[in-house]
């Protein structure tokens, strides 16, 4: 309830993120949707069109950096 924004990673297809995520919604915190690349095609339908940073476990580097600059726009 203190969050200022929360990160849901849906890679794998976790229930309980959808339902901390929604969670965070509701409070109107921003959420910040990230997934596995491999893994998205598995996410739930209803979430899928959501804007989602899409990241691969190969170039780590590069889904930390963009991460940063997401929070940075979001919050």
Do not use: M
Not at 3 to 11: E, P, Q, R, V, Y
Not at 13 to 42: H, M, W
Not at 46 to 67: G, P, Q, T, Y
């Amino acid at each position: 309830r203190q969050s200022k924004f929360l990160i849901a990673d849906l890679s794998g297809n976790k229930d309980g993120v959808y339902y901390e995520a929604g969670f965070a919604k509701g409070l109107e915190r921003p959420v910040i949707f990230t997934c596995e690349e491999q893994y998205f095609s598995s996410i739930h339908f209803d979430v899928r069109h959501l804007n989602f940073l899409k990241w691969n476990k190969d170039k780590i580097e590069d889904a930390v950096e963009s991460l940063k600059w997401r929070i940075e726009g979001t919050i």
